[in-house]
């Protein structure tokens, strides 16, 4: 068990939905990350956050927007959702911001039908 | 694009024997780390090698750095079952920390 949590495990909606996925990081780790995976594109960086603010974005759509909470619990909201959407979304937290140890949670399994 | 290249995609072979994987990348980096993945499941840290080590060990896994060809190779000796993943390279830039596509590994009884 990582100590990362992510709610839900799956989600199956329809084209043009909008969901949100929640990630509870490591107690203490004040760094979260979230990943796209799917199988023709391997393990894609969408965003950082460090303690409550943005550090670092990758190739996330505009349809795309994440926050990390005080609590620092983080939430990646995903609209007008595509049938490319559907993928593994990972998130993982560290100690501390884009270069240290990375724990991960075991992911959000999006169907977009 | 701003993923490193693992090197091969796949490879099975026979428990017992060595796996060698191998990952390159473009940029300068602080550290390079590797990563197992079980079939759709999170990943799994493995090792982390700083830009001024050259060779790291941990168990059965032995990892090498050449930060002058910007590449890192992950050897597995006496493969287990068990070791059937996929192994991912992970590296640091601009407070980003980038994954190759990494290598999925099968191990044959």
């Known amino acids: 068990d990582s100590g990362v949590t992510q709610t839900p495990k799956h989600l199956i909606t329809a084209t043009g939905q909008r969901v949100t996925l929640r990630c509870s990081p490591r107690s203490g780790d004040l760094s979260v990350y979230w990943y796209q995976q799917s199988l023709d594109q391997g393990l894609q960086f969408l965003i950082q956050y460090y303690n409550g603010e943005e550090r670092a974005k990758g190739n996330i759509l505009e349809r795309f927007s994440a926050q990390q909470f005080p609590d620092l619990h983080s939430e990646l909201n995903l609209s007008s959702l595509e049938l490319g959407d559907s993928a593994l979304y990972f998130c993982?937290?560290?100690?501390?911001?884009?270069?240290?140890?990375?724990?991960f949670g075991s992911g959000t399994q999006l169907s977009v039908l | 694009s701003q993923q490193g290249e693992e090197d091969p995609q796949a490879l099975s072979i026979q428990e017992g024997e060595n796996a060698t994987m191998n990952c390159s990348y473009k940029t300068s980096i602080n550290n390079l780390q590797w990563y197992r993945q079980n079939s759709g499941r999170g990943l799994v840290h493995l090792i982390l090698i700083r830009s001024n080590e050259r060779e790291k060990h941990s168990g059965r896994l032995r990892v090498t750095l050449d930060t002058s060809k910007k590449s890192s190779s992950l050897l597995i000796t006496a493969s287990r079952a068990a070791d059937t993943a996929s192994y991912f390279c992970a590296y640091d830039r601009d407070d980003k920390i980038i994954f190759g596509k990494g290598t999925r590994l099968h191990i044959l009884p």
């Open positions: 993982a937290s560290s100690s501390g911001g884009g270069k240290g140890k990375l724990f």
